[in-house]
């Protein structure tokens, strides 16, 4: 059974700090998404990484893989407020199949 | 272009009660897939229809059942309402065959009391 975990599931960090979030899964996947989740809100698709050594960035996060070690980062740059959300990972055994979630990273940025 | 839709928004039901959900994809869209997304935890898969039949399945009890329509839509029926149910129902749909995210839609928010 697939297994994916996140870490760290609470993060608290001053605006212009920089961070890593990440996201280690346990069996073989090329195929990892990073969605972002507002309180009460729906899944917002951030970036879909489908191959090792993959990376791609959006403002102020960048997303990388290394399918070798089962694991994906989201790095945050400068944070600013507007980024306080939850972060999930997401994992994809085959095209086309389930995704199995994280726990989900909860993000303050405190001004 | 409409995104995916789900109806309704909100709902409370009681115990042992049956609920639908419905869900409409976004256009071009074929596959719809349902997620539970209790309190604080990530979405859990329940299944995944294509081509109007269940084609995979979490572990979820024989009570979560669904239905895919000629025109791609969906519904997601849960009998014999359990406490446990509260979640927020994620529909989402993607393209067969191709290397793109699930697109989600607002989620039905259940309450069972």
């Known amino acids: 059974e697939l297994k994916v ?9 001053q605006e212009g700090k920089n961070y890593t979030i990440y996201c280690n899964y346990s069996t073989t996947s090329d195929r990892l998404y990073w969605y972002r989740q507002d309180p009460g809100k729906s899944l917002e698709s951030l970036f879909v990484l489908l191959s090792n050594g993959a990376v791609k960035q959006e403002g102020r996060l960048m997303a990388s893989l290394d399918t070798k070690a089962r694991l994906s980062t989201l790095h945050i740059t400068a944070a600013v407020h507007d980024l306080s959300a939850t972060y999930f990972c997401a994992v994809e055994e085959t ?3 389930r995704l199995t979630f994280g726990e989900g990273t909860q993000l303050t940025v405190n001004p | 272009d409409a995104g995916v839709t789900q109806s309704p928004t909100h709902l409370i039901k009681t115990r ?5 959900l419905r869900c409409s994809p976004k256009s071009g869209h074929d596959t719809v897939s349902w997620y539970q997304q209790a309190l604080g935890q990530g979405p859990q898969f329940i299944f995944q229809y294509y081509e109007e039949e269940e084609r995979q399945r979490g572990n979820f009890p024989d009570r979560f059942s669904g239905h895919q329509f000629p025109n791609y839509s969906s519904e997601l029926n849960v009998n014999a309402l359990l406490l446990g149910d509260s979640a927020l129902y994620l529909c989402a749909s993607s393209l067969a065959g191709y290397n793109s995210p699930l697109h989600f839609g607002n989620g ?3 309450t069972v009391t």
């Open chain 2, 108 to 110: 039905t928010r259940l």
């Open chain 2, 16 to 20: 042992g009660q049956q609920v639908t």
């Open chain 1, 95 to 97: 095209s086309g199949s």
């Open chain 1, 5 to 13: 975990e996140q870490n760290p599931l609470f993060l608290s960090m």
